[in-house]
């Protein structure tokens, strides 16, 4: 069964912010089958805007296009990252991954030179 969910494991999350320079103040969503990590984002709330770090997908290095399996956990990850900043009172979503932002733009976010950015209720929707 695949979860995402902020990740429990000390070490393991140690050892992904070692590995990316993530900072400790960042929250590590984890995406996994079992026990095996498929991907991760690393974000932060700022005052109401959730800004995603870092995204992690299979080893992917946005250099190429993502494949099929690696757009499904990046896409996945990028939608219960703004779940999760909903739930903490975020309105609005950004990134400054200039690399990824055609990815970004194609889920509805506007970019500009540093950032994509869109409302949170984009991607998070009740109806």
């Known amino acids: 069964m695949i979860t995402i969910l902020p990740l429990k494991d000390k070490q393991k999350a140690d050892d ?43 080893e992917y290095d946005f250099v190429q296009k993502p494949n099929p399996e690696q757009s499904f956990i990046l896409d996945s990850l990028i939608r219960s990252s ?31 030179e540093t950032h994509t950015y869109t409302a949170i209720g984009t991607l998070v929707k009740y109806k």
Request: proline fraction near 3%; glycine fraction near 6%; avoid cysteine.
């Open 16 to 58: 992904i912010r070692a590995k990316n320079d993530i900072p400790n103040s960042a929250i590590l969503l984890a995406m996994q089958d079992k026990e095996e990590l498929l991907g991760f984002s690393a974000v932060e709330l700022e005052h109401s805007t959730l800004i995603i770090l870092k995204l992690n997908a299979l």
């Open 82 to 112: 703004a779940s999760y900043g909903e739930n903490f009172g975020a309105q609005a979503i950004q990134t400054s991954f200039p690399d990824f932002f055609d990815f970004m733009k194609a889920r509805g976010f506007s970019a500009d």
